[in-house]
């Protein structure tokens, strides 16, 4: 009995601490208290329109950004050895005091009103039941973990100084809902396998544009997210050969209109089926960890929605830009060496050069009479640094370079590539313990 309330308790650390990586299988007694953060200087050789007219795209010009894309504060509370409640809150880019309202009072009209930028949300913030090791329970604002990214979107899981740029422009990151989860562990003392299922709010018509595909329709603007047509995900993993994870995820939204805003604006288009596939795998021993990712999405009646879409009213939330594709996709791979496991000295560094590739576009393809934007259609290559300053604080560096408009890996395009060099430091960890 007591062996089975252990791997109760390593599922269950485990399953709640998802927002707090390597840290997320220690043991804690009632509560903790923790978060991770980045901060970020770019320096860019383009402009900020890549859609500005110019037959050669982005213009070339040099610029410099710096920003703290996100701090993030992490609690859990144990009410005892079944019930525990576990949540995050997230500071974009400094904090809001920003606010969107639909005002029935006013002919259904969009306001808004902003009293300084970024962005601050519940990230997370569920109850779980620990019921056994093969199947538990949540339920509140949890993370819908499609893709690489979404479920291990902590700094310290990837290499580069920003999350890897494929996934984040076609799905929302980091993706969260409020909704319902079921996850366990089975095979091989529970140890082999661990899976999650879940019904959540599912994405909003209104949010889907040309150069994110779905990723705007992830609901949050409102006090209520509308649950007419719930989103459906689900992950499998299998962690049964010693530093490797390989992952399977989906998520499927029957009608994405009916979670619109007004919704009787898509009367005319028929069902708008979401259905999104991903595959994920990492390898990790003391000399190399190799990441790898590949996504595939299918959005159903894009040219419709498009039109839709098209006659947003401009004080809506949303971009209006089109036409949305039918298809999007993203890959991408990463590896990176450390150099300090060949030497046998204490004190050599942890420091992984690495090299990451992507392509991605969120108009791969479009329905019969739609044309696809050749510049949503990216090519590029990452090489850096990582410095573990620390197990759990990371100093980053690294160079960027875009080939727009081409699907191939060494390809050229009559379009200007956009390089950057950046660097940063992200951490991750509990500050208290009790």
Known sequence: ???????????????????????????????????????????????????????????????????????????????????ILGAEIEFESGGTGSAVELEATEN??????????????????????????????RAGHIIVPVGLTNAHHEPIH???TVRPEGETSILPSTWHETGLELFGSFGKDYGRFSYQAMVVAGLNANGFNRDQWVAGGKQG???????????????????????????????????????????????????????ILSADAQYHNKYVTARA?????????????????????????????????????????????????????????TIYPFVRYEYYNPQEKGESGQTMEKRC????????LNWFALPNLVVKADYTTRQIGTSKVFGTSPLNSENEFAIGIAYVGWFFKK
Not at 112 to 137: C, D, M, S, Y
Not at 293 to 304: H, K, T
Not at 328 to 340: C, D, I, K, Q, R
Not at 377 to 384: K, R
Request: include cysteine.
């Open 158 to 160: 990837f290499f580069g």
């Open 221 to 275: 603007f409102f006090e209520e997210d509308n649950f007419t047509s719930p989103g459906y995900a689900a992950r499998l993993d299998y962690k049964g050969i010693s530093g490797l994870r390989v992952g399977l995820s989906g998520y499927y939204c029957a009608d994405a209109g009916k979670n619109a805003d007004k919704p009787q604006a898509y009367s005319s288009v028929g069902r708008i089926p979401v259905t």
């Open 293 to 349: 990712c590949a996504v595939w999405g299918n959005l159903g009646e894009s040219a419709a929605v498009s039109r839709v879409n098209a006659r947003l009213p401009n004080a809506s939330p949303y971009s209006k830009l089109g036409p949305i594709a039918q298809r999007a996709v993203s890959y991408a791979g990463e590896v990176g060496v450390n150099l300090g496991a060949f030497f046998k000295e204490k004190r050599v560094p």
């Open 108 to 137: 259904g009209e969009y306001e808004t009103e902003v009293e300084k930028g970024g962005e601050v949300v519940i990230e997370q913030f569920h109850l779980t039941r620990l019921i056994h090791p093969a199947i538990n329970v």
């Open 377 to 384: 259609q990216v090519s590029l290559w990452t090489a850096g």
């Open 1 to 83: 009995m007591k062996r089975l309330s252990s791997i109760i308790m390593t599922v269950c650390l485990l399953g709640i601490s998802q927002a707090m990586g390597q840290g997320g299988s220690e043991e804690y007694g009632q509560f903790r208290l923790g978060g991770y953060g980045e901060a970020v200087a770019t320096f860019k050789d383009y402009g900020t329109n890549r859609f500005n007219g110019s037959p050669k795209g982005n213009t070339k010009t040099d610029r410099n950004t710096i920003s703290i894309p996100r701090f993030i504060l992490a609690m859990d509370y144990k009410f005892n050895e079944k019930w």
